[in-house]
């Protein structure tokens, strides 16, 4: 089984200051995490995702995240946001041990950032 | 980038009716596709998934007489709402993985679905 934890329903910040969004995950076998960003009444764009190698991941947009396997983490991350930043953002993994080749993603509930001027 | 597109955008139906929401891969072929479902302000829901050629899968919980999905090309995947009810007004998202990007899915836009 997976699941995926996103402790804040939102997240407010200033434009310029850096943005953190949560995200815990829990899996049986090696995480595969993927970052999305939903704007209103549209569909989802991915970011970036971590499957292996470096923990530090790079994205669109400016956002990073940090894959911590102790911690079972994968925050995302971005050192000045802006007001355009404003949406829902998803948490997602899969199961990287499935035999499935596509797996199925579990998705988090979603965090809503808001950047005010 | 890889594209999926879906039809209708948003569609406004009467209690009782079907409803078929089209995605379609523009740009590259998926024999897997798959229908989330998402609440106003909540994570998308798995709903089933679709086979090119075969039965889909549905998640527990989903009923397959209600929601009908047929997978039948390689670059289109509907899903049928029959007999709608006002309960089943949602958000319908589709996404399909791309061949040699498998951990990858991309995302249709989306279709806003109102049942009076």
């Known amino acids: 089984a997976q699941s995926v934890a996103q402790p804040e329903d939102q997240v407010n910040v200033a434009e310029g200051n850096p943005l953190t969004v949560k995200c815990t995950y829990s899996?049986?076998?090696?995480?595969?995490l993927f970052w999305y960003v939903q704007y209103p009444n549209r569909g989802l764009q991915f970011l970036l995702k971590?499957?292996?190698?470096?923990?530090l991941v790079k994205g669109s947009y400016g956002f990073e995240a940090e894959f911590n396997k102790s911690q079972t983490s994968f925050h995302l991350k971005k050192p000045s946001a802006l007001v355009s930043d404003s949406a829902l953002y998803f948490c997602?993994?899969?199961?990287?041990?499935?035999?499935?080749?596509?797996?199925?993603?579990?998705f988090g509930a979603g965090t809503q950032v808001v950047v005010t001027p | 980038g890889a594209v999926v597109s879906q039809h209708p955008s948003w569609v406004i139906c009467k209690s009782g009716t079907s409803v078929k929401i089209e995605c379609r891969s523009l740009?590259?072929?998926?024999?897997?596709m798959f229908w989330y479902r998402q609440f106003p302000k909540q994570s998308l829901m798995l709903m089933a998934t679709?086979?090119?050629?075969?039965?889909?899968?549905?998640e527990q919980g989903v009923e397959k007489d209600k929601f009908l999905i047929n997978h039948a090309s390689l670059t289109l995947s509907t899903l049928t709402v029959t007999s709608a009810h006002p309960e089943d007004s949602s958000f319908y998202i589709c996404?399909?993985?791309?061949?040699?990007?498998?951990?990858?899915?991309?995302f249709g836009p989306g279709t806003r679905l109102t049942v009076l």
């Open positions: 899996v049986s076998g090696n995480p595969y």
């Open positions: 996404s399909a993985p791309r061949a040699g990007r498998q951990n990858e899915q991309f």
């Open positions: 997602a993994v899969r199961d990287g041990m499935t035999t499935d080749s596509w797996g199925k993603l579990q």
């Open positions: 679709s086979n090119e050629g075969s039965k889909a899968t549905y």
């Open positions: 971590y499957i292996t190698g470096d923990n």
């Open positions: 740009d590259f072929q998926a024999t897997t």
